[in-house]
């Protein structure tokens, strides 16, 4: 909306105050501005106020809005006077207001900084979380105009607003005055204000989430009169799937005595239901598409499924096009998922929902899957059906406009009903969010994500999201120190995720592997040291070994408290006449889930050659094995006894202990393959161990599952800033230095420090860099090493040669006058002029390793700090660890050791060991640095020289620039593309 004639062009319309909101029930609304067209609005939202609540708002009965009362509370300066209303469906349902006052309680303008606030919400829309949505959003606004604290008087009867005041998070005081309660908040957040507003938040978006994957009622909209069709597919794959409750099927088409399609009610519209739907799949063409949102949003509609193409994936048409679809949605309190969405299933007994194009359900399991493709959508569903694994949820976002990634971790942090998440991404909209919801779900349940276009530098077709500008190495690094499990393919992911839903978690890296095949024991053994792990020497039980010794060898394996899993390696059997007698797999089958489910609960994997009996016998052993009677020899063998099933999975503590009840799995011919999950919604029965046809990928996944399973014990006991740090760093001063340096006036695309600025601000925080005196001439040379003392090193600092002494730019140990008097006609003579040279001399510091300590701002991504080996190990082998700011201890010592080069730190081949101390502490001091002063972008030590005792920096660049928006500090709002 346009500022009125009225309003100052100096204050003019804010519209970035405008926001998209979850509320607590997961409807959607739009919080925005008032402005002067607001009036009759205003006035129709007032007569829908009952009578207490106007009471509880002007503390008397004021049964209208005076033309004098219309006129203030639409006219604001968007400064001293701000108002903002809550909208659904264009008609507002809440509004806020706050008016700057004195110390004495009269309306004032800046330096004041207090301001009286007061809200009032529709009778309807109460208890849907309004009020505090408004009071993150109205505080943020008063923040920004320089307002501290707000100034309330509320009836003590008027509990639920005490209540959003109480709950907010803020510091606050409360006194009874006059017969009402006074109460005054403290706008600064707070981390309990943070930690509110984010609980609400998942809440809310969780309670979205649930709203589209279990309604009550489903209309199909576009279903085709005649067979055939993508509305008309959609429909009979919501019927064939049992959905428990209301279906229609909607077309403009129908003729008007048409009572049924497929069986169900037949209509020509939403409206003309006359019932209650909950959830709507589209399925017309785009051009279409706003008549339907309409319909839908008109009628009570909760949230919509967009099947339709020709959105944002068609260019810059198909992208506004996208943009107004989701404005109108949530204008009407609706969530979309989609547009060119594949669709959604919920495997839930109590749901049975099938509202996607995939003709069969998945079989009901625990495992949750969201992928941006559908054509990915399409080759998981199938592949995991082929392995007889289950599913809780499956999502296919398409276009992912409105409903992301983001929101169905929200959902599965708390359900009940999924243990692991996997997860296919293309683009991450909100790559900060995105990292503190996974670390978030991921210390109670695995997480599982491959990326997809991760070299192109640009979003998929369709993904109108910002675009990041950071390595992919650092995206992955990123993942992992939130405890995400990254990995490269969809294999890998099934691979990862069937292991992950059936078996319990490692108490660490040591394997013991056990089969009747010397070569693929050792093959496997092989793998286990490539991915990090520890084995134990593989187990040669011989080609003569019976099911019976498998069990035998299994259990004591699993009963070994030096080994942390086991690795099964199997070939086939061969008999008397030279054939091989695949068909023994069931009897192995059963001997090996016997062993597993009643030894300790430690993660089996089952590694076959060629061994379809095998595999298929995993998948179908909670059947199956029910006859005891092993033998000693190769060959047909009755099936064991089955006992009773583990139940416990990784989701359910924070590490599985040896003796403690768990989960199995199990397999497939060509591929890995895994027992049929329950139907009922209940855990997985026992003896699903998975089994792979190749060694590399089951040690991959189990690699993979250590390294989760060390994350999440390390998870629950998180690191912190040491409180030393506090007593030798000056925040103050060092803001004082930035304001002064970027001045009044900064430019928005920064400006890099000079040496000397970089080490006063850097000198701040307890970080000391070398001087570095200029050079430009032989005599100037020589009076800087008379002022340093001897020895110095002379060095160039042009951009093409610094830091590259295998370049001739650098010259060490120069002990006296002549030697640098030499040197420095060696440089100029060798690699140019002293004013291209740029030449600067240093005193020598000792000897140690040369490192290299980074940190920059990513706009979308946040402060990121990085650490490498300097020269060739970071700049050719990219050689570099990363961590999201702010670090604690255990992340920076994670990172020093996180680099293929670490050994050089610790002693490699008999070399003294590096103060990694000092290392440390210098990270936590950068971390410091850039995320209590955000106008510090970027920052490079280079080089840092870790010596045994100490370090010396000895070179730093930094560049300031006005500090970008943090998006995820401010009010909940739903992303804007």
Not at 59 to 70: E, G, K, M, W
Not at 73 to 102: C, K, N, P, S
Not at 472 to 489: E, F, K, P, Y
Not at 598 to 612: D, F, I, Q, R
Request: contains cysteine.
């Amino acid at each position: 909306m346009e500022p009125t004639p009225e309003q100052s062009p100096h204050h003019a319309y804010p519209d970035h105050w405008e926001a998209d909101v979850v509320l607590r029930d997961g409807g959607t609304a739009r919080v925005r501005p008032i402005t002067t067209d607001d009036a009759e609005r205003l006035v129709s939202f007032y007569e829908q106020v009952s009578d207490e609540s106007k009471y509880y708002r002007f503390f008397a009965p004021y049964p209208r809005l005076s033309a004098r009362d219309v006129h203030r509370f639409t006219h604001h300066d968007y400064v001293d006077r701000v108002g903002l209303a809550v909208t659904v469906g264009g008609e507002f349902i809440a509004t806020v207001r706050y008016d700057r006052i004195d110390d004495r309680g009269r309306p004032a303008s800046a330096p004041a900084d207090e301001a009286e606030v007061a809200f009032l919400v529709q009778d309807a829309h109460q208890g849907r979380g309004v009020a505090s949505a408004l009071l993150e959003h109205i505080a943020a606004v008063a923040r920004e105009r320089g307002i501290r604290r707000f100034a309330a008087e509320v009836l003590p009867a008027n509990n639920k607003m005490i209540k959003v005041f109480r709950d907010a998070g803020f510091t606050q005081q409360r006194s009874f005055e006059d017969g009402s309660v006074h109460l005054t908040l403290d706008l600064e957040p707070t981390a309990e204000s943070l930690a509110v507003q984010r609980a609400r938040e998942q809440r809310a978006e969780a309670r979205s989430v649930q709203r589209l994957l279990a309604p009550g009622s489903v209309a199909v909209i576009g279903v085709g009169r005649a067979p055939g069709g993508v509305g008309r597919t959609v429909l009979r794959n919501l019927l064939g799937s049992g959905f428990t409750g209301r279906t229609y099927a909607v077309n403009t088409s129908f003729a008007d005595d048409l009572g049924t399609v497929e069986g169900v009610p037949a209509h020509r519209s939403v409206g003309g239901i006359g019932e209650q739907v909950d959830l709507a799949v589209v399925a017309v063409p785009a051009d279409r598409v706003p008549e339907v949102v309409a319909d839908c949003g008109e009628h009570g509609v909760q949230g919509i499924v967009v099947l339709s193409a020709g959105y944002a994936e068609r260019g810059a048409e198909g992208r506004e096009r996208q943009r107004e679809l989701v404005r109108q949605a949530r204008s009407y309190g609706m969530r979309i998922i989609g547009p060119n969405a594949f669709g959604i299933i919920n495997t839930s007994e109590s749901v049975r929902l099938n509202a996607s194009l995939a003709p069969e359900s998945p079989k009901a399991g625990r495992i949750g899957l969201f992928t941006q493709s559908g054509a990915i959508g399409i080759a998981l569903l199938s592949g995991l059906h082929r392995r007889g694994a289950g599913l809780s949820a499956f999502i296919s976002a398409g276009n992912r406009a409105d409903v992301s990634g983001n929101d169905f971790l929200q959902y599965w942090y708390e359900d009940q009903g999924t243990d692991v998440a996997l997860l296919y991404l293309e683009s991450l909209g909100n790559p900060r969010k995105f990292t503190r919801l996974a670390r978030r779900t991921a210390a109670v349940k695995p997480v599982v994500v491959v990326k997809g276009a991760r070299h192109s530098g640009t979003n998929p077709p369709g993904h109108a999201v910002p675009v990041s500008r950071i390595p992919d190495a650092t995206v992955s690094a990123l993942m992992r120190q939130a405890g995400v499990i990254r990995v490269d393919t969809v294999t890998e992911m099934v691979d990862v995720g069937l292991l992950l839903a059936g078996q319990p978690l490692p108490d660490g890296p040591r394997v013991a592997i056990l089969g009747n095949s010397e070569s693929l024991g050792l093959l496997t053994y092989d793998a286990c040291l490539a991915e990090g792990l520890r084995p134990r020497p593989p187990r040669d039980l011989t080609t003569e070994a019976s099911p019976r010794d498998f069990r035998r060898a299994l259990a004591e394996a699993l009963a070994d408290r030096t080994c942390d899993a086991v690795i099964v390696t199997a070939i086939p059997w061969v008999g008397e006449n030279g054939e091989a007698l695949t068909g023994e797999g069931e009897v192995l089958a059963a001997a090996l889930r016997e062993a597993a489910t009643t030894g300790p609960a430690k993660p089996v994997a089952v590694v076959h050659v060629e061994m379809g009996g095998l595999a298929q016998a995993l998948a179908a052993a909670t059947s199956t094995a029910n006859q005891p009677g092993p033998a000693d020899r190769p060959g047909p063998h009755p099936a064991a006894a089955a006992p009773q099933a583990r139940t416990s999975s990784p989701a359910a503590s924070a590490a599985t202990r040896p003796g403690r009840s768990g989960a199995g799995a199990a397999t497939d011919s060509a591929d890995t393959t895994y027992s049929a999950d329950a139907t009922d919604g209940t855990r997985p029965s026992a003896g699903r161990i998975p089994a792979y046809p190749a060694a590399e990928r089951a040690v991959r996944a189990l690699a993979e599952v250590v390294k989760y399973a060390q994350w999440r014990r390390h998870a629950a006991a998180p690191g912190k800033v040491p409180q030393f740090l506090d007593e030798t760093i000056d925040e103050h001063a060092t803001a004082g230095l930035i304001e002064t340096l970027l001045g009044p006036d900064p430019d928005p695309r920064g400006r890099p420090l000079t040496h000397d600025e970089a080490r006063e601000l850097l000198a701040g925080y307890g970080v000391p860099v070398r001087p570095a005196l200029p050079a430009p001439d032989p005599e100037a040379a020589v009076a800087a090493a008379a002022e340093l003392g001897y020895p110095v090193a002379l060095k160039t600092t042009a951009p093409h040669l610094r830091h590259r002494a295998d370049l001739g730019g650098v010259r060490l140990d120069l002990v006296n006058e002549n030697a640098l008097r030499r040197a420095y006609d060696e440089l100029t003579e060798l690699l140019g002029t002293p004013a291209e040279l740029r030449p600067v001399v240093q005193a020598m510091v000792p000897r140690g390793v040369d490192t290299v300590v980074r940190a920059s701002i990513d706009a979308a991504a946040g402060a990121v700090l990085s650490f490498g080996l300097a020269g060739a190990p970071s700049e050719l082998l990219g050689d570099t660890a990363h961590r999201l700011v702010p670090a604690t201890d255990r992340d920076v010592a994670e990172l020093i050791r996180s680099i293929r080069a670490a050994p050089v730190l610790f002693g490699w081949r008999g070399a003294a060991p590096a103060d990694t101390a000092a290392l440390e502490e210098l990270l936590l001091r950068v971390s410091r640095l850039v995320d209590d002063h955000p106008e510090v972008v970027s920052v490079a030590l280079e080089p840092v020289v870790v010596a045994t005792q100490g370090l010396t920096v000895l070179g730093a660049t930094v560049r300031l620039a006005p500090p970008p928006a943090r998006s995820d500090l401010g009010p909940r709002r739903l992303p804007s593309y």
